[in-house]
C-alpha cells in the first residue's frame, strides 16, 4: 500500500517539476520576444529619423550661394577677403567663407588672383584691368566683377613764389587818377546753363559754363546734377562711423563727416532695439574714386543707362561726406529697390528723418532728382531740416527752391 502512495507521489512531483520548467520556458521566450520586437522597434524608429534627417538635409541643401560684393574697385596691392554665404531652401543662409569645399578662381591670374581666400591686386597689374572671379560650392557658382582702380595722384605743391626784389625808390611824382575799372558783371556765362538762377548766392559759373557750389562745407549744400563741388574738396572732419558695414576690409567709403556719423550710429542703433538690423555699404568717395565709378558704369551700361543710376564726378553726394548708401541683410547687403518694400526699407523711410536724414532719391520723382529710386541711398541735413523737408513731402530740390533759393 505504501509502495503504491510513494510512487504516485512521485509521479505527481514530477509532473508538477515538469508543468514548472515549462511554464518558465514559455515565460523566458515571451519575455525574449518583447525584447526582440521592443529592439527592432528602436531600431526602426532610428531607422525612419535618419531618412527623415537625410530627406531635410537633401530638400534644405544649398540652393544659392551669396557674395558680400558683385563689383569691386580695387586698387594695386589691394586685398579684399570677399563673405561668401549658402541659401538654404527654408530662406535661412549659412557662412561658406571658411567651407573646405568653397572653390574659387579669377580669369586674370597674372593681374587679380585669388591667395588664401582673398582676391589680390597685383603689381603687375595696371589701371581698367578687369577680372572676374567666380566661387563654385559643389554644383553651385557666384561670380564677382573686379576693376582695377587708378590710384589718386598725389596733390602737387605749388611753387614757392621767389621774394621779388623791391623796385629802387624813384622820385615822387603827384599820383595821377587811375581810371575807375566798370566791375564785371558776374555770371556772364548763365546762358550756358539752363537751370542757373542768379538769386542763388551758393553758385558760382567756372571757365566750363558748370555751376559750381561756393559752400561745400555747409551742412544744407545742395548737390545735383546741376551744381557740382569742386573737384579739390574734401571734408576736413571726416570720421568713421561704430557701425556694422557690409565688408571687412579698410576703405574710404567707411567715413563720413563728424557730425553725420554720430547721427547715423544713433539711427543705427534705435532700428536694433526696434528689431530691424541697418548696414552700411558706401559713405565717403573722393571726386576721384567717382570719376572712375562712372567711367566703369558707362562702359557696362551706355552713358544714358549710366546717367540715371551713378553720378558724374563733382556731382555725387558722397563726395560731401553728407551721404551714405545702406542696406540689410534681407537683400543680402546689396543695393536694390526691393529694399523699400522689406521692414527694413520700410522703417528707413518712416523713421530716417528723425536722426536727420532723408531718402534722398524717391519714387516717382526721377524727373527732378535726375537719378532713379534709391531708397538705400540717405543724405544728412540736421534733424530739423530733414524732418521739415519729409513733413512737406517734397525732394530735396523742391524744398530747396520753395523755401532757401531766397534766403
Request: net charge negative; hydrophobic share 30%.
Amino acid at each position: 500500500m505504501y509502495k503504491k502512495v510513494g510512487k504516485i507521489v512521485l509521479i505527481v512531483g514530477a509532473l508538477c517539476l515538469v508543468f514548472i520548467l515549462a511554464i518558465g520556458f514559455i515565460k523566458d521566450r515571451k519575455d525574449t520576444n518583447e525584447v526582440t520586437a521592443q529592439g527592432n522597434a528602436v531600431e526602426t524608429e532610428k531607422d525612419n529619423k535618419e531618412q527623415e534627417n537625410d530627406s531635410k538635409e537633401e530638400d534644405n541643401g544649398i540652393k544659392e550661394l551669396r557674395l558680400s560684393e558683385e563689383n569691386l574697385l580695387l586698387k594695386i596691392g589691394d586685398k579684399y577677403s570677399v563673405e561668401v554665404e549658402g541659401l538654404l531652401a527654408d530662406g535661412s543662409l549659412i557662412d561658406l567663407t571658411d567651407d573646405s569645399k568653397l572653390l574659387s578662381h579669377s580669369n586674370n591670374e597674372e593681374k587679380i588672383s585669388i591667395e588664401n581666400g582673398e582676391i589680390v591686386v597685383l603689381d603687375s597689374a595696371e589701371a581698367d584691368d578687369e577680372a572676374t572671379i567666380t566661387y563654385v560650392y559643389e554644383n553651385i557658382s557666384a561670380t564677382i566683377n573686379v576693376k582695377v582702380e587708378a590710384a589718386e595722384e598725389p596733390k602737387k605743391e605749388e611753387p614757392k613764389e621767389e621774394p621779388k626784389e623791391e623796385p629802387k625808390e624813384e622820385p615822387k611824382e603827384e599820383p595821377k587818377e587811375e581810371p575807375k575799372e566798370e566791375p564785371k558783371e558776374e555770371n556772364n556765362q548763365s546762358d550756358q546753363n539752363n537751370n542757373y538762377n542768379s538769386n542763388d548766392k551758393t553758385v558760382m559759373i567756372d571757365e566750363d559754363g558748370k555751376q559750381v557750389v561756393t559752400n561745400p562745407k555747409d551742412i544744407h549744400v545742395l548737390v545735383n546734377k546741376q551744381r557740382n563741388l569742386p573737384s579739390n574738396y574734401v571734408p576736413d572732419d571726416l570720421i568713421k562711423p561704430d557701425i556694422k558695414f557690409s565688408f571687412t576690409h579698410e576703405d574710404p567709403k567707411r567715413y563720413l563727416r563728424e557730425e553725420a556719423a554720430h547721427a547715423l550710429e544713433r539711427l543705427v542703433a534705435q532700428a536694433k532695439e526696434e528689431g530691424i538690423e541697418i548696414v552700411g555699404v558706401s559713405g565717403y568717395r573722393s571726386y576721384k574714386r567717382q570719376e572712375t565709378i562712372f567711367n566703369y558704369n558707362v562702359n557696362k551700361r551706355g552713358y544714358e543707362a549710366a546717367n540715371k543710376v551713378s553720378a558724374k564726378p563733382g556731382q555725387s553726394e558722397h563726395q560731401t561726406g553728407l551721404a551714405i548708401d545702406v542696406s540689410c541683410a534681407g537683400v543680402n547687403y546689396k543695393l536694390q529697390e526691393r529694399l523699400g518694400e522689406l521692414k527694413e526699407g520700410k522703417w528707413l523711410a518712416e523713421n530716417a528723418h528723425k536722426f536727420g536724414f532723408i531718402i534722398r532719391y524717391e519714387l516717382g520723382k526721377e524727373d527732378i532728382t535726375g537719378y532713379q529710386y534709391e531708397p538705400w541711398h540717405i543724405r544728412y541735413l540736421g534733424e530739423d531740416l530733414a524732418t521739415d523737408v519729409y513733413e512737406k513731402g517734397l525732394t530735396y530740390e523742391e524744398y530747396f527752391e520753395q523755401y532757401m533759393l531766397n534766403e
